[in-house]
């Protein structure tokens, strides 16, 4: 396996595996990632579809990327997935299906015309005072100590961050700002989660930092996701009939070590509740979603809370079985023990049929949510909320089957151990109709209105015990490399096993470790496209410090007289240099 740039081997074909008709492959877990690693099977490594297994424990595929109407509780959305241009694979994946309406039209296609036509800008990122936009809004507020551990962080090397926390990298001045209101709840990053992560984050992302305050460079699906992407490559691997076994277990792997080599040999399976097990043969591919965000969801309703008791859920006890044969299979209890108290656990689907809140979203983003365009484009936050709530309004309708007078609004807050500001409760306490008068007073309805118009919403809160699960403090080797060391037959996918420069929680974390395992275990001769490489562009780290201070020049900023001296005199060493040039293109000068 090799990475790649570049549009020469991005439009290539790659020559058939050897041997390829002769593989099968075993999926455990029909989440995006198990349903590309599927599809590159297919288009990439030329398996036979019908060679290829997905087995998943509920009744229906999708994992973490939902949106469903569901008969007796009604619409469900436990949350999206921000993307933006540079998810590389993703697109390399999509590129390939085609959509539900037209079979001559890609779902890339269909998503490039949409987000040409309708894209993303928002001109309220956050809100206070009862649906006021916050005086600073726009501005990322970092102070210079800020800024600078921001680029300390940025210059440590992962493995000095070991089990280190965001928190004890960053001070007061840090968390106070803009920036980090911004980041965290675009990202749902929490004070206590991996300094690991929020470094690969800072650099996959800088060349976002300009755009933070208005969204401008997120792009988003037609619907929901699920209906907008999973749909159409459930139907794709279907008419290339791969197997989907639902209702099935996969209770362990039974993995041979023998002279550094590591082979999957036995399946163990409980299927409609009865136990079987499958032989496997090195011909027999294995690929493992280990672990899950959605594992264990709980649903309330408007009148109860979603419950909060649960079990650690087959996708864990899976894990952990692979984990206690060998040591390179990763840590799993890093990642789903112990998570802190103060975290985002719940989100709730408000349905609302009563035009009385129109103008208050209106108030706040500037659009009418009727329009049929991006509404939010991604979060509002809340900032005096005790829960830090954050609101999601997507392109209505967000569900195919949704009425012209409904309106669809997405809610989470981050702090599940604060109780609300008018709902004077924890959020996890909180049934769909309390957490949806919590959002009501916050954008500023009239208390009086309040209750009736909640009453008359269908709001759906959903506990997710593990949805910060990736975010968990970690080190080298709590997590499996895609394809461990010496192993044979047998890969790990989804956003628990390890690939470097990437970040979790992004749909193109699935679809990268997904293909980095099929062209591993295959053998397959194509580049995988690399992690867009903006960390590595002058242009964007310079565009960013221009952001970072608050769109002034470095004649702007508040030096001392020492480094006015010193600035003045680089900048009469650079007159006349392309150096020069760079920093006047990026404003700094």
């Known amino acids: 396996m090799y990475y790649s740039n570049g549009n020469y081997e991005a439009f290539a074909h790659p020559q058939k595996p ?61 949350g999206g997935r921000e993307m933006e241009p540079h998810f590389e694979t993703l697109w390399d994946l999509f590129r390939s299906i085609p959509t539900l309406d037209d079979p001559e039209t890609s779902v890339l296609d269909e998503f490039y015309w949409l987000n040409k036509k309708d ?38 090397s992962e493995k000095q ?34 300094a690991i992560e929020m470094r690969r984050y800072l650099l996959r992302f800088v060349h976002h930092v300009g755009t933070l305050q208005n969204m401008s460079a997120l792009k988003f699906t037609k619907f929901n996701q699920y209906e907008s992407l999973v749909k159409p490559l459930i139907k794709f691997l279907k008419d290339k009939n791969v197997d989907f076994q639902y209702n099935t277990t996969v209770d362990n792997i039974i993995v041979s070590l023998s002279n550094g080599k590591k082979t999957a040999t036995e399946l163990v399976l409980t299927v409609d509740g009865e136990k079987e097990s499958i032989s496997l043969s090195p011909d027999d591919l294995v690929f493992v979603t280990n672990g899950s965000i959605t594992e264990s969801t709980t649903y309330g309703d408007n009148t109860h809370p979603a419950p909060q008791e649960h079990k650690a859920g087959a996708s864990w006890d899976l894990w952990e079985k692979l984990a206690d044969q060998d040591t390179e299979f990763g840590r799993p209890s890093k990642f789903y023990k112990n998570i802190p108290k103060a975290n985002w656990v719940i989100s709730a689907t408000c349905t609302f049929t009563d035009d009385r809140i129109i103008p208050y979203i209106k108030k706040i983003t500037g659009k009418d949510p009727h329009s049929g365009s991006i509404v939010t484009s991604g979060p509002v936050s809340i900032k005096d909320s005790n829960w830090l709530l954050g609101i999601s309004i997507s392109r209505q309708p967000h569900f195919q089957q949704q009425k012209s007078n409904e309106l669809i609004v997405w809610l989470y807050g981050l702090f599940s151990d604060q109780p609300g500001n008018y709902v004077h409760k924890k959020i996890t306490d909180c049934s769909g109709e309390e957490i949806c008068k919590e959002f009501l007073y916050h954008i500023g309805v009239p208390e009086e209105q309040i209750d009736s118009i909640a009453k008359s919403a269908n709001s759906v809160p959903v506990n997710m015990p593990y949805i910060t699960s990736y975010f968990m403090p970690r080190t080298e080797g709590d997590r499996p490399l895609v394809v461990p060391t010496g192993s044979q037959n047998l890969a790990f996918i989804g956003n628990f096993a390890e690939t470097s420069r990437d970040t979790v929680f992004t749909t193109e974390y699935s679809v990268r470790t997904a293909m980095e395992a099929v062209y591993q275990l295959l053998d397959v001769d194509r580049g995988i496209p690399e992690v867009f490489a903006s960390s590595f562009d002058l242009r964007t780290i310079l565009d960013s410090v221009y952001y970072l201070n608050d769109q002034k020049s470095l004649q702007e900023l508040p030096l001392n007289k020492i480094e006015k001296v010193g600035l003045d005199s680089f900048l009469k060493k650079i007159q006349g240099t392309y150096l020069e040039e760079i920093l006047k293109e990026e404003k700094l000068i």
């Not at 398996?47 to 939902?66: Q, W």
């Not at 001070?171 to 980041?183: A, H, I």
């Open 161 to 194: 961050l070991g089990d280190v926390k965001i928190n004890e990298v960053f001070g007061s001045e840090f968390f106070k700002s803009n920036f980090w209101l911004y980041w965290s709840t675009m990202f749902a990053f929490e004070p206590w989660a991996s």
């Open 119 to 156: 894209p993303s800008y928002s001109t309220t990122r956050a809100i206070e005072n009862r649906g006021e936009q916050i005086t600073t809004d726009g501005q990322l507020t970092l102070s210079r100590k800020a800024i600078t551990e921001i680029a300390k962080l940025v210059l440590t």
């Open 18 to 78: 050897e041997n390829a008709e002769n593989k099968s492959a075993y999926i455990v877990g029909s989440g995006l990632a198990g349903l590309a690693a599927a599809a590159f099977l297919i288009r990439d490594g030329q398996v036979p579809g019908n060679n290829i297994h997905i087995f998943e424990e509920l009744e229906l595929p999708g994992g973490s990327m939902d949106g469903i109407l569901n008969e007796q509780r009604g619409y469900i959305i436990r």
